[in-house]
């Protein structure tokens, strides 16, 4: 069984190792996907979707949103965002029932990163 659940950051950041527009300075509002997979608990949950916001929030979006993503991630283009974020959530969403699956990052509204571990 998979659980999913969506954040939204704003962040700016450019891309130093690439020769195009994205080289230069801008933003984006970006949309995150942490997905689990597991089996449900005692409590018929996989994992509260409470502690599934507060973990993302607290280990990748506060320290994503409103930032210059350059001064935490050396090139952030999408896939190195998506590693990044799997990094950073490995461990913490890791339990007896369950385990990190997916992460998607979207830079934009309809392109996006899709990654499994």
């Not at 999913?4 to 450019?14: C, L, P, T, Y």
């Not at 409470?50 to 320290?63: A, H, M, P, Q």
């Not at 950073?88 to 392109?111: A, K």
Request: contains cysteine.
């Amino acid at each position: 069984m998979l659980i999913s659940k969506e954040f939204k950051f704003d962040a700016a950041h450019n891309l130093v190792n690439y020769h195009g527009k994205c080289e230069r300075l801008h933003g984006h509002t970006y949309r995150l996907r942490v997905t689990l997979e597991g089996t449900p608990d005692k409590d018929g949950m996989i994992l509260d979707f409470t502690e599934l916001k507060k973990t993302v929030n607290d280990l990748v979006v506060s320290k994503l949103d409103h930032s210059y993503i350059n001064d935490t991630i050396a090139q952030p283009s999408a896939e190195n965002i998506s590693l990044w974020v799997w990094k950073m959530l490995e461990t913490s969403l890791s339990g007896p029932n369950y385990r990190l699956y997916e992460i998607i990052v979207w830079e934009t509204e309809d392109s996006f990163v899709t990654y499994r571990g």
